[in-house]
């Protein structure tokens, strides 16, 4: 079944043509939803999932894929995705090809992978949640601009954004150890990829752990460099982050602040922060690496 959020990027303009390509590539679809409201994607999706659907194939941006694939934990529906928003950072961690030709050729042709999904405050997220400028973005930018501009219009809002955000205590825990400390900003990881750059090397999907990456200090100046030495691979880009890498974590924050799940902003701090170790099944190329 194929269920694609018109509402993301590229969601409307490709939606007719996604659905003759599956099925020239020989992809028999039950149904084919175009979903026009956001709220609209978890029953249509659980609906395919209790319809006894072998495989749900899931179009739209990161925020979309990560609201919708935990409803198939646990059951022997197959996870496949389409990359139609605007960073696609978990179809980035997967390897998964950006244009639809080469996404559709991976569903058709791939291989099935059981991978982690990380979980912070019951909310299940595929590639990454994080707390700072990260959710203020992500809550107020406007949606035609994000549509029209793609990760440009991203970094003109992130400019606005970045003029009224402050510095804020942070405190990580995995249990054994309790520091606070000034941070910029806080990401947490079950990907490689944050707003469609790489922010960590070599992290694998599968291993039943997360990373922590936090941006340091209150200086401001020390988040734009960081976010500008990831976006251009310095090879200084981890001098102003600390990591902690782990199964679970207590993350408190003073003050409270908003918490982003894969770009959408669904939770608060404190957070508990857990691995869900390959919870769910999903479709990668045939000749992706173990760890991707």
Excluded at 57 to 74: A, H, K, M, N
Excluded at 87 to 95: D, G, I, K, V
């Amino acid at each position: 079944m194929l269920v694609v959020n018109v509402r993301s990027r590229k969601g409307e303009r490709l939606f007719e043509q996604a659905r003759a390509m599956l099925e020239s590539a020989g992809i028999r679809l039950s149904a084919a939803h175009a979903v026009h409201e956001p709220g609209d994607l978890v029953p249509t999706v659980t609906d395919a999932v209790r319809s006894g659907a072998p495989m749900v194939i899931v179009g739209g941006g990161d925020g979309s894929l990560s609201c919708t694939i935990d409803q198939v934990l646990e059951c022997e529906c197959v996870f496949a995705l389409l990359p139609l928003g605007t960073a696609n950072s978990f179809a980035r961690t997967l390897e998964i090809p950006l244009d639809l030709e080469g996404a559709i050729r991976t569903i058709a042709n791939g291989k099935r992978r059981k991978i982690d999904l990380g979980q912070i405050n019951g909310n299940y997220f595929a590639n990454a949640a994080s707390i700072g400028i990260s959710p203020m973005i992500g809550e107020t930018v406007p949606h035609k601009l994000k549509r029209y501009l793609g990760r440009f219009g991203y970094f003109l809002w992130a400019v606005r954004c970045f003029l009224h955000f402050r510095p804020f205590r942070l405190m990580v825990s995995d249990g054994a150890d309790r520091r606070w400390k000034w941070a910029t900003e806080v990401r947490i990881f079950n990907g490689r990829f944050h707003s469609g750059v790489a922010f960590l090397e070599d992290e694998a999907i599968d291993d039943g752990a997360l990373v922590v990456q936090a941006v340091t200090g209150k200086s401001l100046v020390r988040l734009v460099w960081d976010w500008f030495a990831r976006l251009c691979r310095l090879p200084a880009r981890d001098a102003v982050t600390e990591e902690f890498r782990g199964e679970r974590f207590t993350i408190e924050t003073k003050p409270r602040l908003k918490v982003s799940v894969d770009g959408e902003v669904l939770t608060t701090t404190p957070a508990a922060v857990e691995c869900a170790h390959k919870a769910v099944e999903v479709v990668v190329a045939s000749a992706s690496r173990p760890h991707a």
